[in-house]
């Protein structure tokens, strides 16, 4: 169970956006694309899609799947 305020942005995704962003990264992408204390919805969904698949493509990128999957394999 999750309180929502007013004004609250809600960020829904795949595990393609989670495993390869970090939070700080999603908040960073849609702080850019506030605008007058409202979010551009489109652009802000359509630049984290590519920079989800960006980063995925990046062997060298640690994301947050790779740290999560270091954890449990030791």
């Not at 204390?37 to 947050?64: G, M, R």
Request: contains cysteine; aromatic residues 8%; negative net charge.
């Amino acid at each position: 169970e999750h309180s929502i305020q007013l004004d609250d942005i809600l960020v829904l995704g795949t595990d393609g956006l989670w495993d390869n962003l970090f939070d700080s990264d999603i908040i960073a992408v849609i702080e850019e694309r506030m605008k007058n204390n409202k979010v551009d919805s489109q652009t802000a969904s359509d630049q984290l899609a590519c920079f989800a698949e960006i980063k995925s493509y990046d062997q060298q990128y640690e994301s947050p799947f790779t740290i999560e999957m270091k954890k449990d394999t030791g």
